[in-house]
């Protein structure tokens, strides 16, 4: 775990919005994520929050950025937190009047801090991540979405798959759910997120 890094998020919840037959991609958005590793042969669970936004550039191009925070449980009395920030550029367009393919690269720049209470250590490194996926409006306020990261940080590269529903209130705000899987870890997402146009 101490060379794995589990995103929230934003790998694939910084894609396409679809809202009354419409995709927005200016919003800002809040996550929270529950998250069980067991790449060491045991499950340790984490959780952790998100933030982000995206934001057009032209009609099929946008910029995102997203921060997050994850502390794990307390593992063989080492307490595990990580950090990771993003920024970067999501393609997309539409194959039907319903839906739409997106493909997003990121930089990310990740941190590992690790303590037992008298001492601690940490690492950073930078890689990238790169996600594509698919998002389906079922009707004008529910939509599902399905895609794949590949998170490329400290030496090692993961792949991931994810699913996810999401219920809109009205034209800006949305809430989700999402579960994503992949490399021994697996995680639960809980999002709201606020169309800016």
Not at 7 to 14: A, C, K, N
Not at 24 to 45: F, K, P, R, T, W
Not at 99 to 114: G, H, R, Y
Not at 136 to 155: I, S, W
């Amino acid at each position: 775990m101490i060379r794995k890094i589990s995103l929230l998020t934003f790998s694939l919840l910084i894609t396409a919005n679809v809202s009354a037959k419409e995709f927005s991609y200016n919003y800002v958005e809040a996550a929270y994520g529950m998250i069980s590793d067991s790449s060491l042969g045991v499950d340790i669970d984490g959780t952790g929050i998100g933030f982000g936004g995206s934001f057009d550039i032209t009609p099929v191009i946008a910029a995102t950025v997203s921060y997050e925070v994850v502390s794990y449980d307390t593992y063989a009395g080492i307490d595990v937190d990580t950090t990771a920030l993003q920024f970067g550029i999501t393609g997309h367009t539409s194959i039907s009047p319903k839906a739409d393919v997106f493909a997003n690269f990121s930089i990310i720049s990740a941190e590992i801090e690790l303590s037992n209470g008298f001492s601690s250590a940490s690492d950073d490194d930078t890689g990238n991540v790169i996600s594509a996926g698919l998002r389906y409006e079922v009707q004008d306020n529910f939509e599902l979405d399905a895609g794949f990261t590949r998170t490329d940080v400290f030496d090692d590269s993961s792949l991931s798959i994810g699913f996810g529903a999401r219920f809109y209130t009205d034209n800006q705000l949305s809430f989700r759910v999402g579960y994503s899987t992949g490399d021994d870890v697996d995680t639960i997402t809980l999002s709201a997120r606020y169309n800016l146009k």
